[in-house]
Structure formats: structure tokens, C-alpha cells
């Protein structure tokens, strides 16, 4: 199984969201989150490739050269401060069954807002790869719970993840 992950943002040419108040940025977050989930899914037996890239262009031909079977983006939310929880989206048929697998490992695994996953039409990275792909939001980086969730329990939100990967993995 071949497992794709793309960080969200570029370290040094878009940050993301970032808290108003602590400075902690998304692509940061991303960035943490990517590293775990990669050894977490080669210790499961995946081959997996991380790119955290600017141009999305580059990152969806990278993923489809490779020949990957699934492509994670895992990205923070932001909103008015106030929104909180995760939600994973999804564009293809096997997409929404890849993001219903990670999306009910991280309901169970941590108490986060369960908002559900969403199918969108409208993103880079579901539009132009060929694996089945989604898209993480994890939590809001700019709400106070949320980011102390992202802060001290970002390795248990990423196990989840990987944990939902390897369930829908094992269904096909
Ligand atoms: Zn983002």
C-alpha cells in the first residue's frame, strides 16, 4: 500500500491559518503531523512519501507518478475562533469511505467536535490526484480548546488517522 501524505502549506512560502494569539502555525502543525503519521504507517507496513509543497501542481504529479494509492492532506481549520472540531473531506466514491475510516478513529480517539466528513469539488489536491484521496482537518488552529488539543495531543489525533488508513486498507 502506497500512501502519499501532503502537509498542508509550505514552511517557508504560506504558513496557513495562524493562532492570534500564541503565533502557532498551520503549516508547523502540518509539518509535526506528517513526520508521525510516517513512521506510524511504515511501522504498519506502507510505503509511504511526504511532500509539503507550495505548488499543488507539483504535489498532485508527484503523488500520481509514485503511483499512490492513498493521498492524505492533513491540514488545521480556521475560522472565527469560536468553531472547533474535525471534519475529513472527500471528493470520490472511495474517498468518502477512506475519510468515514479516519474520520470515526479520531471521534473515538479524542474529544474533539465530530463535524463530520465532507464531500467538496473544489480542492486542488482531491481534484488532481488519481489515489483515493481526502483531505484532514484536524481542528481549529485558532480556537483556545482546539489548539490545546493540536499542542499536546497532536500524536494521538495522528495514530487515529493512521489507524483509520490501515482499516480501510484492510477492507479492500
Ligand atoms: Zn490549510
Known sequence: MKVFINPGHDINLDSGAVNPVYGTRECDVARDAGKMLACYLETAGCDVRTLQDDDLGLVCSEANSWGADIFVSLHCNAFNTEA?????????????????????????????????????DDLWVLNGTDATAVLVEM???????????LTNDLDTIVRAIARGITDYAGGI
Open 139 to 149: 481542528a481549529f488552529i485558532d480556537n483556545e480548546e482546539d489548539h490545546t488539543m
Open 84 to 120: 472547533r472540531g474535525t471534519e475529513t473531506l472527500y471528493k470520490s466514491f472511495n474517498g468518502q469511505r477512506l475519510a468515514n475510516d479516519i474520520q470515526s478513529q479520531i471521534i473515538r480517539s479524542i474529544n474533539t467536535v465530530d463535524r463530520g466528513v465532507k464531500k467538496r
